[in-house]
């Protein structure tokens, strides 16, 4: 489950799950950054000799501490550097950066490192540097006398060696913690675009902005496969189309909300454009329609209409000539490629459409709507833009609020439930569209999917035999018994050709009609009247030119 703080940021959790590709790649570009750093970097090798700063014990005197601190500076300057630098033969400034000293632990163990190009020159130099150093604090040039009342006195612990590997951090160090640093830059960042971000994320932030339920997510849409606005026509099995389902079954009269005037009256409305108020307002019509349902959809978005696009319709009269009683109904609701769905395209003159968009007239047409249709769903333009859908929602029976997570923002989203209750309608549902595909919900779908096949090639037509022909044909088959042996009916050619039986396809058409519809557009009489009539042609699975005219003529008003 989903959890939210109080200022309705994400959980940690959820932010994981659903930024974790920032984090990947966060993670991949310090692992990236690390590793340019370690191969641009120039190698250097350091190797280092140890000295042990004691006291010199002399009679009849007291030891002095050795100052640790003191003794880390004169290693690194002075005549230390001077000796080195000769016994090397080497300039003491330049020798000077590529020396260092500490104290190892609590003991008085001071470090003489010395870092060079190569191996054998870090051994050289740390050990001419710890010589140096023991021959300056020992005072190995003064008398034996200087020597004996010297206060400190220094020994070689660990002689210099050779380095294995170069200096500084190698790649089992520096590769890790660019990935470290990366994942902490990438959870940064990830929360600060979480708390600057004012976008809705989820269904629990819709209801908090609505102050009202979210019945429906419905998922992404590529438009690689077909137009979001028709998801029922290319992919009637996808997670989007069985949402539109879920969500005409929330939406049906009973759960919900019922018109006591007849069919019930849906506004599909949203705070700004291209959140999905079309594609909504397509489907849940589609959808209704494939349920049983009788719908009219009005295209009530007069500066942007798409509906007449998106179904493909022909139109002469529009909403804004029903408006203005030019055109009845009949003649405004076209019909749609889907059976029982009719469109009110936003024909005429958009600006008098706009005008005329007033409660009055909208109640007069609303009521004949009502009469006609169980479910009468209108897409409205943007609330906060164009004041048409507050004047559609006094007219309604419901508003279902579209809100994209990619595109609405929080104080949209409440900013049109405050206005659509201000005119006095209180019933707000919200639907979150254009949600994240779930790895179920995908892994369904191309399980589910149908697999497009082919259409199959029909079987040719044998040639059609002169109708005057026919009775100077010999029958056919074997001795003129026919292929079917003596004594068993002859098949007719449509039988044979498959042309008696109308296809799938054909029926959808219109085609394929039965045999008395046949006969009364031969001529409106049965077969037996015709036989009486003398007509006692075989049937050679031909029409006649009347039977041809006639069977484009009905297929053509279907």
Same mark, same amino acid.
């Given at each position: 489950?989903?959890?939210? +703080?109080?200022?309705?940021?994400?959980?940690?959790?959820?932010?994981?799950?659903?930024?974790?590709?920032?984090?990947?790649?966060?993670?991949?570009?310090?692992?990236?950054?690390?590793?340019?750093?370690?191969?641009?970097?120039?190698?250097?090798?350091?190797?280092?000799?140890?000295?042990?700063?004691?006291?010199?014990?002399?009679?009849?005197?007291?030891?002095?501490?050795?100052?640790?601190?003191?003794?880390?500076? =004169?290693?690194?300057?002075?005549?230390?550097?001077?000796?080195?630098?000769?016994?090397?033969?080497?300039?003491?400034?330049?020798?000077?950066?590529?020396?260092?000293?500490?104290?190892?632990?609590?003991?008085?163990?001071?470090?003489?490192?010395?870092?060079?190009? @190569?191996?054998?020159?870090?051994?050289?130099?740390?050990?001419?540097?710890?010589?140096?150093?023991?021959?300056?604090?020992?005072?190995?040039?003064?008398?034996?006398?200087?020597?004996?009342?010297?206060?400190?006195?220094?020994?070689?612990?660990?002689?210099?060696?050779?380095?294995? /590997?170069?200096?500084?951090? #190698?790649?089992?160090?520096?590769?890790?913690?660019?990935?470290?640093?990366?994942?902490?830059?990438?959870? #940064?960042?990830?929360?600060?675009?979480?708390?600057?971000?004012?976008?809705?994320?989820?269904?629990?932030?819709?209801?908090?902005?609505? !102050?009202?339920?979210?019945?429906? !997510?419905?998922?992404?849409?590529?438009?690689?496969? #077909?137009?979001?606005?028709? =998801?029922?026509?290319?992919?009637?099995?996808?997670?989007?189309?069985?949402?539109?389902?879920?969500?005409?079954?929330?939406? %049906?009269?009973?759960?919900?909300?019922?018109?006591?005037?007849?069919?019930?009256?849906?506004?599909?409305?949203?705070?700004?454009?291209?959140?999905?108020?079309?594609?909504?307002?397509?489907?849940?019509?589609?959808?209704?329609?494939?349920?049983?349902?009788?719908?009219?959809?009005?295209?009530? %978005?007069?500066?942007?209409?798409?509906? /007449?696009?998106?179904?493909?319709?022909?139109?002469?009269?529009?909403?804004? +000539?029903?408006?203005?009683?030019?055109?009845?109904? +009949? $003649?405004?609701?076209?019909?749609? !490629?889907?059976?029982?769905?009719?469109?009110?395209?936003?024909?005429?003159?958009?600006?008098?459409?706009?005008?005329?968009?007033? =409660?009055?007239?909208?109640?007069?047409?609303?009521?004949?709507?009502?009469?006609?249709?169980?479910?009468?769903?209108?897409?409205?333009?943007?609330?906060?833009?164009?004041?048409?859908?507050?004047?559609?929602?006094?007219? /309604?029976?419901?508003?279902?609020?579209?809100?994209?997570?990619?595109?609405?923002?929080?104080?949209?989203?409440?900013?049109?439930?405050?206005?659509?209750?201000?005119?006095?309608?209180? @019933?707000?549902?919200?639907?979150?569209?254009?949600?994240?595909?779930?790895?179920?919900?995908?892994?369904?779908?191309?399980?589910?999917?149908?697999?497009?096949?082919?259409?199959?090639?029909?079987?040719?037509?044998?040639?059609?035999?002169?109708? /005057?022909?026919?009775?100077?044909?010999?029958?056919?088959?074997?001795?003129?018994?026919?292929?079917?042996?003596?004594?068993?009916?002859?098949?007719?050619?449509?039988?044979?050709?498959? $042309?008696?039986?109308?296809?799938?396809?054909?029926? !959808?058409?219109?085609?394929?009609?039965?045999?008395?519809?046949?006969?009364?557009?031969?001529?409106?009489?049965?077969?037996?009247?015709?036989?009486?009539?003398? %007509?006692?042609?075989? %049937? @050679?699975?031909?029409? @006649?030119?009347?039977?041809?005219?006639?069977?484009?003529?009905?297929?053509?008003?279907?």
């Amino acid at each position: 489950m989903q959890r939210r +703080d109080r200022i309705g940021g994400l959980t940690e959790m959820t932010l994981l799950r659903r930024h974790g590709l920032w984090l990947v790649l966060a993670t991949i570009a310090g692992i990236v950054g690390a590793m340019l750093m370690y191969t641009s970097r120039s190698i250097t090798y350091s190797s280092t000799a140890q000295v042990d700063v004691e006291a010199h014990v002399v009679a009849n005197t007291t030891p002095v501490t050795p100052n640790m601190t003191t003794e880390t500076q =004169v290693a690194t300057s002075g005549v230390v550097v001077t000796s080195t630098a000769h016994a090397l033969r080497l300039n003491p400034p330049q020798l000077q950066s590529h020396l260092s000293a500490k104290v190892s632990g609590t003991a008085n163990i001071l470090s003489i490192t010395c870092t060079m190009p @190569t191996r054998p020159a870090a051994q050289r130099c740390a050990t001419a540097a710890a010589a140096a150093y023991i021959a300056f604090r020992n005072m190995a040039s003064a008398n034996k006398t200087a020597q004996a009342h010297d206060p400190l006195q220094a020994t070689l612990v660990t002689a210099a060696s050779a380095p294995g /590997s170069p200096a500084g951090l #190698g790649k089992k160090i520096l590769l890790p913690l660019g990935a470290i640093l990366g994942l902490l830059v990438g959870v #940064g960042a990830m929360i600060l675009r979480d708390r600057a971000d004012d976008r809705v994320r989820d269904r629990a932030d819709v209801e908090r902005c609505l !102050e009202a339920p979210v019945i429906a !997510e419905v998922p992404r849409v590529s438009r690689r496969g #077909g137009s979001p606005a028709n =998801v029922f026509s290319w992919a009637p099995q996808s997670p989007a189309a069985e949402a539109y389902r879920y969500l005409r079954a929330r939406l %049906d009269p009973p759960p919900l909300v019922a018109s006591k005037e007849g069919g019930m009256v849906l506004l599909v409305a949203g705070a700004r454009g291209l959140e999905g108020r079309t594609s909504v307002a397509a489907n849940l019509a589609t959808a209704f329609a494939r349920g049983g349902d009788t719908v009219i959809l009005v295209d009530a %978005d007069t500066r942007r209409p798409s509906l /007449s696009r998106v179904f493909g319709a022909r139109y002469e009269h529009g909403l804004g +000539d029903l408006l203005a009683g030019r055109a009845s109904l +009949d $003649e405004a609701a076209v019909p749609t !490629e889907v059976p029982g769905l009719r469109l009110v395209a936003a024909a005429g003159d958009n600006a008098q459409t706009q005008d005329m968009l007033e =409660v009055t007239r909208l109640e007069q047409v609303l009521v004949r709507m009502r009469a006609a249709a169980d479910v009468i769903i209108i897409d409205s333009a943007p609330v906060l833009e164009v004041s048409d859908a507050l004047t559609l929602a006094r007219v /309604s029976d419901l508003v279902v609020v579209v809100a994209d997570p990619r595109r609405t923002r929080r104080g949209d989203a409440s900013s049109v439930a405050q206005q659509i209750r201000a005119v006095g309608l209180g @019933t707000i549902v919200g639907v979150l569209n254009g949600t994240p595909w779930s790895p179920w919900s995908r892994t369904l779908w191309r399980r589910t999917r149908p697999k497009f096949s082919p259409r199959p090639t029909p079987a040719p037509v044998a040639p059609a035999v002169p109708e /005057s022909m026919v009775t100077l044909l010999p029958p056919g088959g074997p001795n003129g018994q026919g292929e079917n042996g003596p004594g068993e009916a002859k098949k007719t050619t449509d039988e044979q050709n498959g $042309e008696g039986r109308p296809t799938a396809r054909q029926q !959808e058409n219109g085609e394929g009609q039965p045999a008395a519809r046949q006969q009364q557009n031969a001529g409106g009489q049965p077969a037996a009247r015709q036989q009486q009539n003398g %007509d006692r042609r075989p %049937d @050679t699975g031909r029409r @006649t030119g009347n039977q041809r005219r006639s069977g484009h003529d009905d297929e053509a008003g279907e």
